[in-house]
């Protein structure tokens, strides 16, 4: 049974940075390719960043430069780091493979940018 948990979501200022980790169970991700996706309220989900089990990454136009998706293979760990976050950055954060699995959506962590 695959399970999925991110964290490290919460409110920040507009300027500032948070680090997103996914950890998983039932899921190797060094050998897939893995993706973080947001929610934002009215808004369908949509992918932020991928990174393939070869290491290779790709990013929304929007976060190009300012998110850094990255991987701990020992700790089967899957990190998003966001720098120089916007308030249109606020919206609910998952990881799942790139293509997603219905079934391994998690709950997600809430990322508020706001003053």
């Known amino acids: 049974q695959v399970q999925v948990v991110e964290s490290g979501g919460g409110l920040v200022q507009p300027g500032g940075s948070l680090r997103l980790s996914c950890a998983a169970s039932?899921?190797?991700?060094?050998?897939?390719?893995v993706g973080w996706y947001r929610q934002a309220p009215g808004k369908q989900r949509e992918l932020v960043a991928r990174l393939t089990s070869d290491g290779r990454t790709n990013y929304a136009d929007s976060v190009k430069g300012r998110f850094t998706i990255s991987r701990d293979n020992a700790k089967n760990t899957v990190y998003l780091q966001m720098n120089s976050l916007k308030p249109e950055d606020t919206a609910v954060y998952y990881c799942n493979t790139h293509p997603s699995i219905g079934a391994y959506w998690g709950q997600g962590t809430q990322v508020t940018v706001s003053s």
């Open positions: 039932g899921i190797i991700f060094r050998i897939i390719t």
